[in-house]
């Protein structure tokens, strides 16, 4: 079989699996990353995921410091969730 991944001296294959394609409805982008100067963590949303996601709109991209020491509260976590706009 040949194909991009195999080049074009293809591979010997035994099995083909063929199925529908499906697209995805939307990508989201989840981030978090540890804030050292501020003793927490930064999670890090945008509702429009995919690559090179930090070249999006900067509105989009929404950042939210929870700190280490204490539970994420469901407060903390709405405007997280309200972050990637799916309502």
Do not use: W
């Amino acid at each position: 079989m040949v194909t991009n991944q195999s080049g074009a001296s293809g591979k010997k294959c035994n099995t083909v699996l063929i199925m529908e394609r499906t697209f995805l409805r939307k990508e989201l982008y989840l981030s978090i990353n540890l804030d050292r100067t501020q003793g927490g963590c930064v999670i890090i949303t945008s509702e429009k995921g995919g690559v090179n996601v930090e070249e999006n709109d900067p509105k989009l991209n929404k950042a939210h410091f929870v700190p280490l020491n204490k539970e994420i509260t469901e407060e903390q976590l709405k405007p997280i969730v309200e972050g990637f706009n799916l309502g």
